[in-house]
């Protein structure tokens, strides 16, 4: 059988693995630096309270591929889950995203659907055209005071910059809603797995071809990888060529833990858009599982900064020279006849974890197809 090495016991990492393992043709090496898998969808239960924690942060499974949440309930039961986020500013607690009860709650009036959407329509700046930034794009769709109220504060402390040096596609993921419907998500389906992430990969790298090493730290191209067949690499792009071009930018977040008795916040997630309130959202873990009951709690503070070299990568900025610097390292990966890049740090896009499920389903599907004419 053909040995294949693939860096990152994450989604990507495990749906790889879990595909070509299931051929019969191939012994599957997979290494991580961490000491667990499921990378950055890791979830573990607390000791103290029971509640299972989302270790870097919350993930809701949501997506309208058919294909990809087919694919992800073969590996375990997905409870129905509706992720309704609040945000709080200036001591008022609204709903996000902008919807018909947020306008109505901000402005003090009652409009119906078709004024409020008259009246959003008048308060945004008509003398943009073509929106390049973030701060652009905000007040043509929503005006300068809901901008100010639930965009500039909370995006400046995630991204670590006025909202003017961002681009506008950061802002396009976020709809405006004219009726009372408060799920943050568009999407078909939406759940959250009855026992966490981290069973849905073992699940996936429970196979008898499947080798599991953690604490491993992949050397990118220094690495001696002669005895495999083919690698799949879902690292940081720029590591894997030892940052020759530079490092690209990108923002991490860290967490500040809380227990308590009791419920601390009522919902799962909430936004603090006040600028002054150093963090970003607070997350309360029991609540990502309505289906058990816990007498206790445990809820983090969400921080963002800018990564450091030891820091973990969360979100690339994507800014004009980090592309810059990622064309430089694409071309080199032209030059690789047996790695293929994948997930969101190898490719340096932001990818939700359905994105990046499909991506690679199709990555091993080619691979497949490739190499059974060799």
């Not at 994450?10 to 879990?18: H, P």
């Not at 499920?357 to 091993?364: G, K, N, Q, T, V």
Request: proline letters at 4%; a negative charge; hydrophobic letters at 30%.
């Amino acid at each position: 059988m053909k040995k294949v090495l693939i860096v990152g016991a994450g989604f990507s990492g495990a749906v790889i693995a879990n595909t070509l393992a299931n051929t019969g043709n191939y012994l599957i090496d997979v290494v991580d630096e961490r000491n667990h898998i499921g990378g950055n969808c890791h979830t573990e239960r607390d000791p103290l309270t029971n509640v299972m924690v989302h270790k870097y942060g919350p993930h809701i499974f949501h997506t309208s591929n058919e294909k990809v949440w087919k694919y992800i309930n073969l590996f375990g039961v997905f409870k129905p889950f509706i992720n309704r986020v609040k945000s709080i500013y200036k001591g008022q607690v609204y709903s996000m995203p902008i919807n018909l009860h947020t306008i109505n709650q901000f402005y003090g009036k009652s409009f119906g659907p078709s004024e409020a959407k008259r009246w959003i329509e008048s308060q945004g700046d008509s003398t943009i055209n073509d929106p390049k930034t973030f701060e652009e794009q905000a007040k043509k769709f929503v005006g300068e005071k809901l901008y100010k109220a639930f965009f500039y504060g909370y995006t400046k402390k995630q991204w670590g910059t006025e909202p003017q040096n961002l681009p506008a596609s950061i802002l396009k993921r976020l709809p405006v809603r004219f009726n009372y419907d408060d799920n943050y998500y568009n999407d078909t389906y939406q759940g959250i797995p009855k026992d966490g992430y981290t069973a849905i990969i073992q699940k996936m790298l429970d196979h008898p071809n499947v080798k599991i090493s953690l604490g491993y730290r992949f050397l990118g191209e220094k690495e001696d990888v002669g005895e495999y067949h083919h690698v799949f690499y879902t690292g940081p792009i720029d590591a894997y060529f030892s940052f020759r071009y530079g490092r690209l930018g990108y923002r991490t977040v860290y967490f500040k833990e809380y227990r308590a008795d009791g419920d601390y916040q009522g919902n799962a997630v909430i936004n603090f858009a006040d600028e002054e309130i150093p963090y970003t959202r607070v997350h309360e873990h029991k609540h990502f599982t309505p289906w058990e009951n816990h007498s206790e709690t445990i809820y983090f503070e969400e921080y963002s900064k800018e990564t450091e070299s030891s820091d973990i990568p969360y979100y690339p900025k994507r800014l004009e020279m980090d592309m810059n610097i990622l064309k430089l390292y694409e071309s080199e990966v032209t030059n690789l006849n047996k790695v293929t890049f994948l997930g969101r740090l190898a490719t340096y896009r932001y990818l939700d974890m359905h994105h990046i499920i499909e991506e690679a389903l199709d990555s091993a599907e080619k691979f497949l197809e490739l190499d059974s004419h060799k």
